[in-house]
Every structure is written in C-alpha cells, then in structure tokens.
C-alpha cells in the first residue's frame, strides 16, 4: 500500500507571495490532517478534513486555508506569505479521525525569502 | 483540544540501557498515541492505548497509561541508535483536534 505523498518536497518563495501544497493520503483514509512544524513553535495542527469537510481548525491566520477532495486528495494554501511561514508542513492520512493512528508523508519544506 | 507534556524534555543513554519517557495531560481523554521522529523515517506513529487499557506492549515498547493520575509513560528496552528520535503523545478525546507537544529528544549513545 502507498503511503502518504505531498508535492511538492521543497519549496522556495517569497514574501507575500502565495502556495499551494499537495497531499495525496492513503488510500482509503477518509481524514486528512495538516501540521506546520518549526524549531521554534514546534508541530503545530493546522486542519483536519474529513469527507471534504474542515472538522478542526488550528490557531493560525486566515491566510491559511485548505480543502479536501471527493478522492480524499487535500490541498493547503498559504496566501501573503511570511518570513515566519518557512517550515516544514506535514499531512497525515487516516482511516475516520485523527484521534486514532496516523500516517504522516514526508512533508513539504517551505523557506520564504 | 488538549497536548501532551513529554518529560523529560531530553534524555541521553547508552546502547542498550533501557528508555523511560513520561507523559501528561489535563483533561479525560479517549486514548493516548505515541509518535517517534526521526531524520531518517520522519514520523511515526508507535502505539495507541485507549482510556480502558492500563499497559500495552509492541516489540522492545511498553506503555502505560494512568488516567486516575492523567499520566502515561513509554518504555524503550533495550536501546539502539537507531532509536535517536524525538518522542510525542498527544492524547485525543473523540473528534477533537489532536495537538503535539515539545516531544522528549532521546539520544542513544553507540
């Protein structure tokens, strides 16, 4: 079985600037959840969907958003980007919900300039 | 939602000694996860234990999980270098958003 995928690996932008980040889960996992990870903040929960419904919402700003498709394929997007938005962004796939086990993709390195 | 506080936050032993790490958290849950990361394989989801269970066991890992004193601890036999990870429990309680800690940062020494 595949495991999770994210495209783009690496990532390099500029200030405000926007991304899109890919995400192809396991399949059939129904529940997808993003994670922003940073030495300094460490990993941080972003969203969780679930038959393309957000079911969680992190403590970030508006400026970003996700989405998740009939196939359970998720995109994250990152509008006027920061310098404080280089991180390591990781999705997790599941089978319902995130509460139970996860399977993480190798994640997406995003560095602003 | 609710994090887990991984104790200590770093923990340095020699191949083949054993691991303990500890975890807690505030409020009632329905199961407790533990994660590993590493450089090499990214992370990794270890173990599950739900609120009903009081140990579990995968391979050269124990855990166990005290919800009178909302507290649960990993146990690593045996260690390898390969083991050099940070280690994470986010606990979960239904559909709620589950959130990681700082994580332990275990080094084994060859």
């Known amino acids: 079985k595949a495991g999770v995928t994210q495209t783009p690996r690496y990532l390099i932008k500029t200030r405000g600037q926007q991304v899109t980040l890919s995400c192809s889960p396991i399949?059939?996992?129904?529940?997808v959840s993003w994670y922003q990870q940073t030495p300094g903040q460490g990993l941080q929960f972003l969203f969780e969907?679930?038959?393309?419904?957000?079911?969680n919402k992190g403590n970030f700003p508006g400026r970003f958003s996700g989405r998740q498709f009939s196939n359970s394929r998720s995109e994250m997007n990152v509008s006027t980007l920061e310098l404080g938005d280089s991180a390591l962004y990781l999705c997790?796939?599941?089978?319902?919900?995130?509460?139970?086990?996860?399977?993480f993709g190798p994640g997406t390195r995003l560095t602003v300039l | 939602s609710q994090q887990g506080e991984e104790d200590p936050q770093a923990l340095s032993i020699q191949e083949g000694e054993n691991a303990t790490m500890n975890c807690s958290y505030k409020?009632?849950?329905?199961?407790l996860q533990w994660y590993r990361q590493n450089s090499g394989r990214g992370l990794v989801h270890l173990i599950l234990?739900?609120?009903?269970?009081r140990e579990k066991h995968s391979g050269r890992l124990r855990v166990t999980l005290d919800t009178s004193k909302k507290s649960s601890s990993l146990l690593i036999t045996a260690s390898r270098a390969a083991d050099t990870a940070s280690y994470f429990c986010p606990p979960s309680g239904g559909y709620q958003k589950v959130t990681f800690g700082i994580g332990t940062k275990l080094q084994v020494i060859p």
């Open positions: 234990i739900r609120s009903n269970e």
């Open positions: 969907y679930f038959s393309e419904t957000q079911r």
């Open positions: 997790a796939s599941s089978l319902q919900s995130s509460a139970n086990e996860q399977f």
């Open positions: 399949s059939g996992h129904r529940s």
């Open positions: 409020t009632s849950i329905n199961n």
